[in-house]
């Protein structure tokens, strides 16, 4: 079979698809949003790992995070960036429809970077969403953290100590 | 050209070869969609517009590379079917690629929706022209 010139085209464009894409499964960015509970810190969200299927999902907490309603809960987002370049990007917490949080997310090149907000656990107990058991006072809290256009989804179980 | 007797023997639809090389365009325009979705976490907006220009480039690379050195066997002796052949599959291929790109350009995010229509405009524009005037009639392996 002669090599054409097109056979060439094609070769050398499906070796750089080849790089191109090794390049970005190498050097990508990961961002997990992470609770702070009695533990210590319970991921919650994650985008960019590669093993959630087609879309990113919220990670359930394996154990309800204890508040008074008077707290106020501590998370963090966190990015992992592996790319050769800086990371910087601001974001917005975003809970039932409304801004509850923001700040900017930073990172050197090939390190991590993390930011941290809180929210209200009063604001968390509002959730109009399903709740189990009245007599556990446990809450399932969804939220957002929107970096641009990437939104990582994230859910945990909050419990009321007291009322 | 006298017409053809009733009793003449036709070729089967299908194959061997021909169902391998469809059996790889069916192949390779699912891989093309599940590429789309299914890295959208890992691929970077920017990363999936180069790989699908490449992609388009690769299969309209071979469509040419097929098309001056193949004797053009039709794919499926249908009524309606005969454009389909090893060179104008891989086309088809480059179009939807072409098209993948254009999707994922217009779903950059960095770049205003301004200029990405300008963009997509002017380009589909300049194809239109350098194709009707640069190549003439019968060039490219869709010529029956």
């Known amino acids: ?27 990508h960015r990961t961002f997990t949003v992470e609770v702070h509970d009695a533990v210590g810190w319970q991921t919650v969200g994650s985008f960019g790992t590669g093993d959630k299927g087609l879309r990113a999902e919220p990670v359930l907490g394996t154990h309800a995070v204890t508040v008074n309603r008077s707290d106020n809960v501590e998370f963090r987002v966190r990015v992992d960036n592996a790319y050769p370049l800086a990371y910087s990007h601001s974001y917005v917490v975003g809970y039932q429809g409304i801004n509850v949080g923001e700040g900017t997310l930073t990172a050197p090149a090939r390190d991590v970077g993390t930011s941290s907000f809180t929210i209200p656990a009063s604001t968390l107990l509002t959730n109009v969403g399903p709740k189990t058991d009245p007599r556990d006072n446990i809450t399932f809290v969804y939220f957002d953290v929107r970096l641009g256009n990437i939104d990582v989804p994230a859910s945990f179980q909050l419990q009321e100590v007291s009322r | ?10 070729p089967s639809f299908f194959n061997f070869r021909n169902s391998i090389v469809l059996l790889g365009v069916v192949i ?6 599940y590429f789309a979705f299914a890295f959208e976490d890992i691929i970077s907006q920017w990363g999936r517009v180069i790989d699908f220009l490449l992609l388009a480039i690769i299969y309209i690379s071979m469509g040419l590379h097929f098309a001056s050195m193949e004797t053009s066997p039709e794919l499926l002796h249908a009524r309606g079917w ?31 929706r301004a200029i990405k229509l300008l963009v997509v405009v002017t380009l589909g524009l300049a194809l239109i022209l ?15």
């Open chain 1, 1 to 27: 079979m002669a090599v054409s010139r097109p056979l060439l085209v094609a070769v050398a464009c499906m070796v750089l698809l080849l790089g191109s894409v090794t390049f970005e499964v190498v050097f």
């Open chain 2, 1 to 10: 050209m006298s017409a053809a007797p009733a009793t003449e023997h036709r």
């Open chain 2, 28 to 33: 390779t325009t699912i891989g093309l969609i």
């Open chain 2, 82 to 112: 005969r454009w389909l052949r090893t060179t104008t599959a891989f086309y088809l291929l480059g179009i939807f690629g072409g098209g993948a790109t254009v999707i994922a350009f217009l779903n950059v995010d960095a770049l205003n």
């Open chain 2, 130 to 144: 350098i194709a009707a005037t640069r190549f003439g009639k019968g060039h490219g392996a869709a010529e029956q």
